[in-house]
């Protein structure tokens, strides 16, 4: 349909947020530290053609996740953990920061860049690929 043929042309072009893609050498060892250590749950898991589909996100939010999908090419391999520049892959909530951290690092995960601001808490993590993730306190409000 052309824009001059819509009766809307403002209206919002989608729904939701759906899956967001990340490069992992192993899906198992992606699925374990994002579902054992982070408290994701596994939205869809299947094999097809040889090729799995892992999607994974928090739980009670069911259209919003990551897939989890393994490198097969060696550029793909090249950009694990990598594949957003240094830059967080992702920012997850929490209601307490520093008990995150706690919890992290009791499962060895590598921690740092721990601060306080008036936009909250935050601190920075890393997957077992280095992809960065920032876990964020929002100010009460």
Request: charged share 20%; aromatic share 10%; hydrophobic share 40%.
């Amino acid at each position: 349909m052309s824009p001059a043929a819509d009766p809307n042309p403002f209206r919002q072009p989608f729904s939701a947020l759906g899956r967001m893609v990340v490069l992992v050498a192993d899906a198992d060892t992606a699925l374990a530290f994002y579902r054992d250590v982070l408290g994701f749950s596994v939205l869809y898991d299947r094999t097809a053609d040889g090729y799995r589909y892992l999607h994974i996100g928090l739980p009670g939010q069911t259209q919003v996740g990551l897939w989890l999908m393994p490198a097969t090419t060696d550029r793909e391999r090249d950009l694990i953990g990598r594949q957003y520049g240094g830059r967080p892959l992702l920012v997850l909530y929490t209601a307490d920061v520093w008990h995150t951290g706690r919890h992290l690092r009791g499962h060895g995960v590598r921690v740092w860049d721990e601060r306080e601001e008036g936009t909250g808490r935050s601190l920075l993590f890393a997957d077992p690929y280095g992809n960065v993730i920032v876990a964020a306190q929002l100010p009460a409000r």
